[in-house]
């Protein structure tokens, strides 16, 4: 589709508005900037899993209401309303008045105890919180939102009640926060039920200085610009933003049977895999020195330092490599195949870039700042060998370190600047699309909200009294995903590393048979 390009307001930044606001007595609406226009517009949703004295339900259900009116009082934004205005243009509104009781964070409590697959908390706790018990269609949270549409909040909380069970939900708007700012909420949260005041990051702006060809008056234009951002492309229509974009052909991705298991890895074990990598590295790099040996990726690089890769870069090469080698193998096909594209694999990882680029500038911005970093390898000449052959899987975790370090300042600026001159940010799209076997997305939640202190009536050892952490974070789904790969919650110390895999159910049945791939995890759950 052949778009028409706004160009970048000549100003000190692009992608923020600062004056963009409207304000009433009741109401301030804010424009949004550009790295939240281009975000998805669906809830996060976790469920932080808690022992419970049920007597206790009234009581707790007072705490909880009475701690998210406090902090919407204190941090407005936190009830404020996603609305979309003309153009697919993403606004906030807030109120003026939180003190006075005129903002609010929904709370509701369901009782999910006849729906549940497990008769009590302790039989979920023995289970060890699988997967597939966080999936269920009261876990939904509708979240319609379009020109001329009521907006829709941006927190809403809801506890599930189960026996001996609090499983605290939390859905958090992601066309206004990432990660990051879902590990922000949580803490806010959490210390408000302790009676602790809120404090951290709220300005809903960043600051991207412009980059040289556009001081200069430059317009390379939205095409060219396309070209050095790999993983973004043009929707044909505005179903975005960063909506994968779709083949033509295929199974429609609800028709596909789909299951997810978390895969556990000890600490131990990753590092004997880390320490193989650098060892292999080394010795690649030696070789290359020699010239017997020559880089093969595009965009990695075997001289590169091997040593500090980190469990996130060496576990992503790992899942990504033998996700893709079952999937190969499963007779079963979601799209037809394509010679130009298939030829080519992609690994999303996602890059929170505050702390990459432009720290100073955006030390106190709330709001979407996780980059797309995509690897591109051959997918059989050297992915698929890479489950395998130990020198490839050292190859692989280059390349994906590579890529993942070149988020940089020019980085966000072009990412920035791309967002700001599509016409509507809704025909943003991800160059991927999950039915193909070779493509992936891998992420990391392992330090969100699994070490949040929480004082709750009815929650924690004997008559409920002091602060207590969850059993453990769950992610939260009303129907599995396509495909991907998440580290979960881990509190700190934690001993393990719990990767979330969702895959189409026969693939998922040829991972486990993986010997390879099951010679490095301790068990399995679900």
């Known amino acids: 589709m052949r778009v028409q390009q706004q160009k970048p307001?000549?100003?000190?930044?692009?992608?923020?508005?600062?004056?963009?606001?409207?304000?009433?007595?009741?109401?301030?609406?804010?424009?949004?900037?550009?790295?939240?226009?281009?975000?998805?517009?669906?809830?996060?949703?976790?469920?932080?899993?808690?022992?419970?004295?049920?007597?206790?339900?009234?009581?707790?259900?007072?705490?909880?209401?009475?701690?998210?009116?406090?902090?919407?009082?204190?941090?407005?934004?936190?009830?404020?309303?996603?609305?979309?205005?003309?153009g697919g243009i993403v606004h906030l509104r807030t109120s003026n008045k939180p003190q006075l009781g005129?903002?609010?964070?929904?709370?509701?409590?369901?009782?999910?105890?006849?729906?549940?697959?497990?008769?009590?908390?302790?039989?979920?706790?023995?289970?060890?919180?699988?997967?597939?018990?966080?999936?269920?269609?009261?876990?939904?949270?509708?979240?319609?939102?379009?020109?001329?549409?009521?907006?829709?909040?941006?927190?809403?909380?809801?506890?599930?009640i189960i026996p001996g069970g609090l499983l605290l939900?939390?859905?958090?708007?992601?066309?206004?926060?990432?990660?990051?700012?879902?590990?922000?909420?949580?803490?806010?949260?959490?210390?408000?039920?302790?009676?602790?005041?809120?404090?951290?990051?709220?300005?809903?702006?960043?600051?991207?200085?412009?980059?040289?060809?556009?001081?200069?008056?430059?317009?390379i234009g939205l095409e060219k610009l396309l070209e050095r951002i790999p993983e973004y492309s043009i929707l044909d229509e505005p179903l975005g933003p960063t909506m994968p974009r779709l083949r033509a052909e295929g199974v429609p991705m609800d028709e596909i049977p789909k299951i997810g298991k978390i895969f556990v890895f000890n600490n131990e074990r990753l590092n004997e895999l880390r320490s193989f990598i650098a060892?292999?590295?080394?010795?690649?790099?030696?070789?290359?020195?020699?010239?017997?040996?020559?880089?093969?990726?595009?965009n990695g690089d075997v001289g590169a330092n091997y040593i500090n890769y980190t469990n996130y870069t060496c576990l992503a090469a790992l899942t990504w490599a033998h996700i893709t080698r079952a999937r190969l193998a499963d007779k079963n096909r979601y799209v037809p195949y394509s010679a130009d594209l298939d030829e080519t694999a992609l690994l999303q990882t996602m890059v929170n870039w505050k702390t990459r680029a432009f720290k100073e500038k955006n030390k106190d911005y709330f709001g979407n700042a996780t980059a797309v970093a995509a690897?591109?390898?051959?997918?059989?000449?050297?992915?698929?060998?890479?489950?395998?052959?130990?020198?490839?899987?050292?190859?692989?975790?280059?390349?994906?370190?590579?890529?993942?370090s070149s988020v940089d300042e020019d980085y966000v600026r072009d990412r920035t600047e791309f967002f700001t001159r599509v016409p509507d940010p809704r025909l943003i799209g991800l160059r991927f699309d999950p039915r193909t076997p070779q493509d992936l997305g891998f992420n990391t939640?392992?330090?969100?909200?699994?070490?949040?202190?929480?004082?709750?009536?009815?929650?924690?050892?004997?008559?409920?009294?002091?602060?207590?952490?969850?059993?453990?974070?769950r992610r939260m789904q009303d129907a599995w995903n396509m495909s991907g790969a998440l580290i979960l919650p881990a509190k700190a110390g934690s001993t393990a590393h719990e990767l979330l895999v969702t895959l189409p159910t026969s693939s998922m049945e040829l991972l486990c048979q993986d010997q390879d791939w099951m010679c490095w995890v301790d068990r399995v759950i679900g």
Not at 103 to 126: G, M, N
Not at 387 to 403: F, G, N, P
């Open 169 to 219: 939900g939390i859905y958090f708007n992601h066309a206004v926060a990432d990660g990051d700012c879902l590990r922000v909420f949580l803490e806010a949260f959490a210390g408000q039920t302790c009676h602790q005041p809120s404090f951290g990051p709220s300005t809903m702006e960043h600051h991207v200085p412009l980059s040289r060809r556009q001081i200069n008056g430059t317009d």
């Open 9 to 86: 307001a000549s100003s000190l930044c692009i992608g923020s508005c600062p004056c963009d606001k409207k304000t009433t007595n009741d109401h301030t609406i804010t424009r949004l900037p550009a790295w939240d226009q281009a975000s998805m517009r669906s809830y996060i949703r976790v469920v932080l899993c808690f022992a419970f004295d049920n007597t206790a339900i009234d009581a707790a259900v007072q705490h909880i209401r009475g701690s998210l009116k406090r902090l919407a009082c204190q941090r407005p934004a936190f009830s404020g309303s996603i609305e979309v205005h003309a």
């Open 445 to 473: 939640w392992r330090f969100f909200g699994s070490d949040t202190k929480w004082t709750i009536p009815g929650v924690g050892s004997g008559s409920g009294r002091g602060a207590t952490s969850p059993d453990v974070v």
């Open 375 to 404: 690897t591109q390898v051959p997918t059989r000449a050297v992915l698929v060998e890479a489950a395998s052959d130990r020198s490839r899987l050292a190859e692989l975790v280059a390349t994906i370190d590579k890529t993942i």
């Open 279 to 298: 060892a292999e590295s080394s010795r690649t790099q030696k070789k290359t020195g020699t010239g017997c040996c020559r880089p093969l990726f595009q």
């Open 102 to 160: 005129e903002a609010t964070i929904p709370f509701t409590t369901v009782d999910i105890s006849s729906k549940f697959p497990y008769a009590s908390f302790d039989e979920l706790k023995e289970a060890s919180f699988p997967p597939a018990a966080f999936v269920a269609p009261h876990f939904n949270q509708p979240c319609v939102v379009g020109e001329g549409l009521p907006g829709v909040p941006v927190a809403v909380v809801k506890a599930f």
